[in-house]
């Protein structure tokens, strides 16, 4: 258990080395400089002292050197799109915000998807099983951000305005934007969730009714074990370890695939930092977000197959 | 003590409804081992299952009947009810100990759960986890698992198929049952493990005096073990009698056709293995007549159409064949007379 553990952390410093290699050498394969990107009208001579200034007029190899040296030492350099502030105080303060969308999102989506997966499996063909479908279908063919101006519009000015018209307050209940307290996070967390309760309810349904027919469920059955003891001791458990398996994937994708939201939503998140500081061809930038984000999904999927042997004791043996 | 009377169990599938049993009778004594032979598809597990009530009640009807025990009929107990039976008053074991033993869970807590579902401790209320655990670990040394202590923490893919059908033994038996339904324990386990776990079943029922059902289509396993025997055929119970009756004086044709497909020692190697021609009947619409009547080489206009009616051949010994009406042309020939005499007719 232990090599295997120290033989994935080493395929993921690989991986993430290999990405990093990689968008380092697309980034400057792209046309432009941080300080040309089009009709910019900087001159010839402030642009050549700033490309000196930089390293940029440096041969590729050796900048790539530098950066490989800079990231072992933990530093992600400055941002020349963002005033210059370091990459990694960008990271420190905007992460936490998408994070905690992310996470929120990622709670919720898991807990409803799983349960309504598990009412769906139990009352096959019924209504609730109709209406796990017709969720399934909105939260993966409705775009977030249809879906986001939906509830902002219903939820939000028109909810307020009936307030407003009842009881001639200004009381808000679910904020059209802005990142502020518990109640500016429901809408933003419900629609990044919706993505993974679709899917995650879907994929519980089919799982759980796959257990259902496994012979040791009979076997719990004829031990005289109650319905619901049946459900959560024997049934459940099983079925999730596709379950896990999806999760991991998704951790990475809902906590940093939010830049549309965010941008919808006005949450002071990440997001809008890695579309921007491609566009401005912001390497240091581009490239400090893409480690992170790789050091993330790597150790959330590493997390996952950990996890995967808890729930499953057959992993545990296949050292 | 447990008594089935006129039983008929319905499935509801997409092609029609599966009348699976179709009116069957059993009786089974106090410590007596009943086996249940059949191919399959005839009802046998359906028959067996139904005791429990284990089938998908969303897709399965009760059509009539009653399943007695102790003169009470479990078919009219409310879901409750039937829970403090399953696993106490009577339990079961399964064809496949592979898939029949939650993967997820330690052997251990399996045992202790059903422990911890119907039994009371020395302080007369639930038992507790520990002396649930020391009471599995008395299980599993009693079905022979060595090492019990240890093995309780390991999980069902540690163990080898003949020890998982222990392991199902020990957790069937954990609450002392006084019935034990074995459904085709030794099918899916390799011959010489075969052996053993009969054995142990046989010991169970010695030592605690467990009455057993046990289904089967290997003839062999039911010489070993049963005392009884009932034959069932397209949903319905053709002979029964006790061993020495269904091995030695069996009067129906379908009897005889199993007892003649089991290989028997000293066979020449090259001689093909006797078999029943034809298949078994449709039970989404069963025949009117005796099911056995299309594949039958004694079959008479009769058979087709009316449903033998019961014999009785003895105290014990029952058969369902219009070879026994006294009306049949030949009346009460045994089937080797009428093998011989039809072997006369050839050569002459």
């Keep these: 258990m232990r090599n295997y553990i120290i033989k994935r952390i080493l395929l993921a410093i690989v991986t993430i080395f290999v990405v990093m290699t990689l968008t380092f050498f697309i980034m400057h394969a792209i046309p432009g400089t941080p300080f040309r990107t089009g009709n910019d009208t900087i001159s010839e001579e402030s642009l050549a002292v700033l490309m000196t200034r930089y390293g940029l007029d440096q041969p590729l190899y050796k900048q790539y050197l530098k950066y490989v040296g800079n990231i072992l030492r933990g530093d992600f350099g400055v ?53 796990s479908t017709v969720i399934a ?69 089919t799982s759980m009714l796959d257990v259902i027919d496994q012979d040791y469920i009979k076997t719990a059955k004829s031990k005289g074990i109650s319905g619901w003891a049946i459900i959560w001791k024997h049934e459940v458990r099983n079925a999730l370890m596709p379950v896990v398996t999806v999760l991991g994937r998704m951790i990475g994708g809902v906590v940093t695939g939010s830049y549309i939201i965010e941008s919808q939503f006005a949450i002071p998140g990440l997001g809008k930092y890695l579309v921007n500081s491609i566009t401005a061809r912001d390497y240091t930038m581009t490239m400090g977000l893409t480690v992170f984000y790789s050091i993330f999904i790597v150790a959330s999927m590493l997390l996952v197959d950990l996890l995967y042997c808890v729930i499953d004791p057959r992993v545990r043996l296949a050292k | 003590m447990l008594e089935i009377k006129n039983l008929k169990v319905s499935f509801h599938a997409y092609s029609g409804e599966v009348q699976a049993v179709r009116g069957v009778s059993l009786e089974l004594k106090s410590g007596d081992i009943l086996a249940i032979v059949g191919e399959s598809g005839c009802g046998k597990s359906v028959t067996a299952q139904s005791v429990l009530r284990l089938h998908d009640p969303a897709i399965t009807d009760y059509k009539g009947g009653e399943i007695l025990l102790d003169g009470k009929d479990l078919l009219k107990l409310s879901e409750k009810e039937m829970q403090e039976i399953r696993g106490k008053v009577i339990s079961m074991i399964f064809q496949d100990p592979m898939t029949s033993l939650n993967p997820t869970m330690t052997i251990g807590n399996q045992i202790v759960e059903v422990l911890r579902e119907h039994e009371k401790g020395a302080d007369g209320k639930k038992i507790s986890r520990k002396e649930a655990r020391e009471r599995a670990i008395e299980l599993l040394k009693m079905v022979r698992i060595p090492n019990a202590e240890r093995r309780m923490n390991e ?105 003649d497909s089991v290989p028997k020692e000293g066979q020449p190697k090259d001689r093909k293995l006797d078999s029943i021609e034809g298949t078994p009947p449709d039970l989404v619409k069963p025949p009117v007549g005796c099911p056995f009547a299309d594949r039958c080489k004694y079959a008479m206009k009769v058979c087709k159409d009316h449903m033998p009616p019961e014999n009785a051949l003895s105290e014990s010994h029952r058969c369902s064949c219009w070879l026994l009406d006294p009306d049949c042309p030949q009346p009460r020939l045994s089937l080797k007379e009428y093998d011989a005499k039809e072997g006369d007719q050839n050569n002459g």
């Design chain 1, 79 to 131: 941002s020349t799109s963002n005033g210059y502030r370091s990459v990694t105080e960008i990271i420190l303060t905007a992460f936490p915000i998408s994070a905690d969308l992310g996470i929120r999102a990622l709670i919720f989506g898991t807990i409803a998807g799983i349960l309504l997966g598990i009412e769906a499996s139990l009352h096959r063909g019924k209504a609730v099983d109709h209406l």
């Design chain 1, 137 to 205: 279908i909105i939260g993966i063919s409705v775009p977030s951000f249809v879906l986001g101006t939906v509830l902002q519009t219903v939820l939000g000015l028109g909810l307020s305005g009936w307030v407003k018209t009842v009881f001639h307050t200004d009381y808000q209940l679910f904020p059209i934007a802005r990142w502020q307290s518990f109640r500016y996070t429901l809408i933003p967390s419900f629609v990044l969730g919706m993505g993974t309760v679709a899917s995650l309810a879907r994929l519980m349904r």
């Design chain 2, 155 to 259: 999980y069902p893919h540690e163990f080898s198929g003949g020890q998982r059908q222990r392991v199902m033994i020990a957790m069937a038996m954990a609450c002392a049952p006084r019935i034990l339904i074995a459904d085709e324990p030794t099918t899916a386990l390799d011959v010489t493990v075969q052996a053993q776990i009969l054995e142990l079943m046989k010991e169970m029922q010695e030592q605690k005096g467990t009455s057993i059902i046990m289904i089967s289509h290997d003839m062999g396993a039911v010489a070993s073990i049963a005392k009884s025997v009932a034959v069932m055929y397209g949903g319905l119970v053709v002979e029964s009698g006790t061993v020495e009756d269904i091995f030695y004086r069996h009067e129906h044709p379908y009897t005889r056709g199993l007892l």
